[in-house]
């Protein structure tokens, strides 16, 4: 079947751009792409994780803020100052223990990049992609995540309409913490859903 | 990575001493100057005059769309890539884009036939 216009994926002049320097750049070994991601990573801290991470640690200390992140993710998250000029709807999925969330999308404007930055290599890769859906638990094995047999697993496939933003389970033994001292236990990964929270023991 | 000289670069909005990217293209983009200029593609200097001209060239522009005229100027000037290679490879990833289902990931082999 042939896609229709609407379905097929588009990139503005600019993305075009940027990538067509990318390739042709790399291809001929004047960049070299880990590097680049490296440095991005290593400057983008005004729109990385950690922005989830605030979102993540003040809906496990404020019950109010998290009952409006389940009933409107976008505006709960927007009102912590977490905008995107694209205006794409963010919807939070919270970890339990029936239920554990895993968000897959291969383009980078698929992903919550308000809430977490760029997206790691790995989560535009191919393999993840389609093994993600196919085979979610011998992903989450290759993280080092293991599950038990009762929890189910809950894939994700974000849109350019919806993104979502994986709400890790509250780590044991913090009670009491600041919600700046929960959000450092808040990693990138556990956001995307191929990790878990840190635990208490790590920051001490 | 920090002995960067980032004050040096006209009209670079820091935070904090970091630069603000409002879109991961605009990351993307600071990330292959930078890795162009580690690999001695140019020096840092000549970077900053190639930002400067863009900057000063009268076009109403974000910062980020100067930095990437600026890229794509000093590409072509040091002979790293053509300006006609970019245009070719530019339409290819918009073929490449249009043959891709929504949600695959685009890549560049999509564009050929």
Known sequence: MA?????????????????????LLSEKGYIDSAAVDEIVQTYETKIGPQNG???????????????????????????????????????????????HHLVVCTLCSCYPWSVLGLPPTWYKSPPFRSRAVIDPRGVLNDFGITLPETTKVEVHDSTSEVRYLVIPQRPAGTEGWSEKQLAKLVTRNSMIGTGFARTAEALS | MTDLDLIALPGITLADDEPVFTA??????????????????????????????????????????????????IVTAKSLSSEADLAQRKADWHAA?????????????????
């Open chain 1, 53 to 99: 991470a605030h979102v993540v640690a003040k809906s496990w200390v404020d019950a109010d803020f998290r009952k409006w992140l389940e009933e409107d993710s976008t505006a709960a998250i927007h009102s912590l100052g977490y905008t995107s000029r694209q205006g794409e709807h963010i919807d939070a999925v919270f970890n339990s223990d029936d239920t």
């Open chain 2, 97 to 113: 884009a249009a043959a891709t289902p929504h949600g695959d990931p685009i890549l560049l082999s999509a564009a050929k036939p």
């Open chain 2, 24 to 73: 991961p293209w605009e990351a993307q983009a600071f990330a292959m100057a930078v890795n162009l200029h580690q690999n001695g593609a140019f020096s840092w200097q000549e970077w900053a005059e190639a930002l400067s001209h863009e900057i000063h060239s009268g076009e109403e522009r974000d910062y980020y769309q100067h930095w990437l005229h600026a890229l794509e100027r």
């Open chain 1, 3 to 23: 896609p229709h216009s609407h379905d097929h994926s588009h990139l503005t002049e600019t993305e075009a751009r940027v990538r067509a320097l990318e390739s």
